[in-house]
């Protein structure tokens, strides 16, 4: 699949956060990236229906809005992408390819699969980003390892999409815990630092709370990371073998269409001058 991606990976990292920008223009976007699973009981949440039909009658689809549907979101975003291999349309492919690499990696968050999303239950707000962006930024290129080999077809996705929502689920716990436990032991003036950014002096999680914290979790973030490489790499080889494996080397509509252009634009406007729409699972 090296011959359709690797061109394009630009395009693919661009792109892969168009599912957040949509979140400034459409209300009902929020909810597909994320799901409350421990609002349903406790692990392993057998009071949640895993099929989308079942969970609707038993809880409302309303109810499941609210709560969030990024399970079920990933294997609708599966059945698009396989269409458009089916369709041998390489714009189509290349744009919902990027889309659902954004869904899928969500769900590997653990903090996506708690209502605590931010740490505002317990007065730690900024948990979200310091695990998903703070802690990468400063050891992703530097430390962490992510050739992970090849992808695997996904036989199961639905069961493939669960066991890594009740992953992250499980880990939501440790990753608050150990934040709290560690603010406690560490000096109140080295938990932040400030540092500059385009022109902007902002405040962060210093570099020091950072590697201690996760040292902590024993590298959760780097594997999660893997996890998420892993698991959309599979997920695209997935759609391209349930499409009848087409000839990658021959795809049609190369271009963007007007209409595809658009929407990118409209897109990054509505990111820029916009609010988010809908519940922001990440205050």
């Known amino acids: 699949m090296l011959v359709l991606y690797k061109p394009h990976i630009d395009f693919i990292t661009d792109h892969a956060v168009d599912p957040d920008m949509r979140r400034y223009a459409i209300a009902g976007e929020g909810a597909r990236h994320y799901i409350d699973i421990d609002t349903y009981g406790k692990y392993p949440f057998i009071a949640l229906p895993r099929k989308w039909n079942d969970a609707v009658n038993k809880f409302s689809e309303d109810s499941l809005q609210l709560h969030g549907i990024v399970p079920w979101w990933v294997q609708i975003m599966?059945?698009?992408?396989?269409?458009?291999f089916k369709e041998k349309n390489q714009a189509k492919i290349l744009r919902l390819s990027a889309e659902i690499g954004h869904y899928i990696a969500d769900a590997h968050v653990p903090l996506h699969a708690n209502s605590n999303h931010n740490g505002q239950k317990t007065s730690q707000q900024g948990i979200h980003g310091f695990?998903?962006?703070?802690?990468?930024?400063?050891?992703?290129?530097?430390?962490?390892?992510?050739?992970?080999?090849?992808?695997?077809?996904?036989?199961?996705?639905?069961?493939?999409?669960?066991?890594?929502?009740?992953?992250?689920?499980?880990?939501a716990d440790t990753v608050l815990t150990f934040e709290k436990e560690l603010s406690e032991q560490f000096p109140a003036d080295q938990k932040f630092s400030f540092e500059a950014r385009n022109g902007v002096v902002t405040r962060q999680y210093s570099s020091a709370f950072t590697n201690a914290y996760d040292a902590k979790l024993k590298g959760m973030v780097e594997r999660r990371m893997r996890m998420a490489i892993y698991s959309v790499a599979s997920f695209w080889y997935t759609a391209w073998v349930n499409a009848g494996e087409p000839d990658l080397a021959r795809l049609s509509n190369k271009e963007f269409s007007a209409d595809d252009l658009q929407e990118f634009q409209n897109l990054s406007n509505a990111w820029k001058n916009s609010k988010i729409q809908g519940q922001d699972h990440e205050e």
Not at 78 to 84: F, P, S, V, Y
């Open 78 to 84: 599966l059945h698009r992408l396989t269409d458009a």
């Open 131 to 171: 695990w998903e962006s703070r802690i990468p930024e400063l050891l992703a290129d530097k430390e962490w390892d992510f050739f992970i080999g090849k992808a695997d077809y996904i036989k199961d996705p639905g069961n493939f999409v669960w066991q890594r929502v009740l992953e992250s689920a499980a880990a």
